[in-house]
T-cell receptor, first 114, second 113 residues
Framework: DTGVSQNPRHKITKRGQNVTFRCDPI?????LYWYRQTLGQGPEFLTY????????KSRLLSDRFSAERPKGSFSTLEIQRTEQGDSAMYLC????????????FGPGTRLTVL | AQSVSQHNHHVILSEAASLELGCNYS??????LFWYVQYPGQHLQLLLK??????LVKGIKGFEAEFIKSKFSFNLRKPSVQWSDTAEYFC???????????FGTGTSLTVIP
């Protein structure tokens, strides 16, 4: 068990560009979550997968954000036409089956939009 | 919508002092409650959680938390802190029927040797 990994760890991009982040969860975990965290705030829920199905999305997730989890393994989070307000740490977490199960977090991808 | 409030944003304690960090949530139904910790330079990790049973739960490193349903609270406690407890602490909640997790804004704890 190598834990949850995320790539890249850091991404600097210009406003208007598209970016894609990858998350590799713990292999036996069915659930995968994406969060966004800005300075001085706690993680903010973005979306969640149960296997390959995206079951819930935050109302805060604009149409520029899309996430996939093909085959129920790794997941990608894409942000199109990035804005300076998208600058944040993007966290991925995985867990077993239920909402009561412990989430294991990855190190995050820090996005800076210039 | 659910929300989580952590009233202490920054706490500074001397070693061996007792710790209590407040956490209140707003949701009328059955909830699962969590405390996560982030040590400097490390990932978020679970300290303890409550989902049913004994409202006093014990976690790693001597931490405990008590779920008081009537007060919508889940305060974190430790009788004697150590320098290594210096970290950011986050309270989180999700409903028993939902899948969204709501985190508080976090409390930064600094323990002075």
């Amino acid at each position: 068990d190598t834990g949850v990994s995320q790539n890249p760890r850091h991404k600097i991009t210009k406003r208007g560009q598209n970016v894609t982040f990858r998350c590799d969860p713990i292999s036996e975990h069915n659930r995968l979550y994406w969060y966004r965290q800005t300075l001085g705030q706690g993680p903010e829920f973005l979306t969640y997968f149960q296997n390959e199905a995206q079951l819930e999305k935050s109302r805060l997730l604009s149409d520029r954000f899309s996430a996939e989890r093909p085959k129920g393994s790794f997941s990608t989070l894409e942000i199109q036409r990035t804005e300076q307000g998208d600058s944040a740490m993007y966290l991925c977490a995985s867990s077993w089956e239920t909402g009561a199960d412990t989430q294991y977090f990855g190190p995050g991808t820090r996005l800076t939009v210039l | 919508a659910q929300s989580v409030s952590q009233h202490n944003h920054h706490v500074i304690l001397s070693e061996a002092a007792s710790l209590e960090l407040g956490c209140n949530y707003s949701y009328g139904g059955t909830v699962n409650l969590f405390w996560y910790v982030q040590y400097p330079g490390q990932h978020l990790q679970l300290l303890l959680k409550y989902f049913s049973g004994d409202p006093l739960v014990k976690g790693i490193k001597g931490f405990e938390a008590e779920f008081i349903k009537s007060k919508f609270s889940f305060n974190l406690r430790k009788p004697s802190v150590q320098w290594s407890d210096t970290a950011e602490y986050f309270c989180a909640v999700n409903s028993n029927t939902g899948n969204q997790f709501y985190f508080g804004t976090g409390t930064s704890l600094t323990v002075i040797p």
